[in-house]
């Protein structure tokens, strides 16, 4: 079911990301331990509301026929809750650790057995997070078959995550940004 963004919704993407501050050049050490001379800081463009709903309508449009969405602590939360509000489905919140007391869930909401969950990030680099995101959903007795993120830097998420059975759909590629590269 992937399915490339509109082109004009590509362009409108990259330009609430860079007219936020979103897009940052530098020397960069990433979540993968990784070094970039770019950064994409996704959370300059969610804090506003009017860039907020901008990307949670684009990614709205694709979530097919999840029964629920869910992503990672801090950086997709904004997006997922944005997104549910729009198509009226459930979250989930994914921590990035477990909790050292209570539950010690490694998440907050329902995951019902075989509901199909969709995944959302707002970046990806090697796909690791995302990774980690499916294997406690999976756990949990939840189906990922898909996920989307706002920025793919094209640096193996998509093929590593399709080797696990999930087609990652990116809004925007790093490739794509005026200025930046892998």
Known sequence: MSKETPLEERRQIIDLLLSSG????????????????????????WTDPTRLMAMADALARR???AERLAGMELGAVPLVVAT??????????????AR??????????EIP???RVLLIEDTSSTGG???ESVRIIR????????????????????????????????????????????
Do not use: C, W
């Not at 549910?84 to 650790?97: C, E, N, S």
């Not at 050292?100 to 909401?109: A, K, N, S, V």
């Open 22 to 45: 979103s897009v940052r050049f530098g020397q960069f050490t990433l979540t993968s331990g990784q070094t970039s001379n770019v950064y994409i800081d996704v959370k300059r463009a």
């Open 84 to 97: 549910a509000l729009k198509t009226q489905r459930p979250f989930v919140v994914i921590r990035k650790g």
């Open 139 to 182: 756990s949990a007795g939840g189906v990922v078959t898909r996920a989307l993120v706002v920025v793919d830097r094209g640096m193996g998420a998509i093929e590593r995550l399709q080797s696990e059975g999930v087609a990652l759909e990116p809004l925007v590629r790093l490739a794509e940004i005026p200025g930046a590269s892998v």
């Open 129 to 131: 997070s995302a990774m």
């Open 63 to 65: 979530v097919g026929d």
């Open 100 to 109: 050292d007391h209570g539950t010690r869930q490694r998440f907050e909401g």
């Open 113 to 115: 057995t075989g509901a």
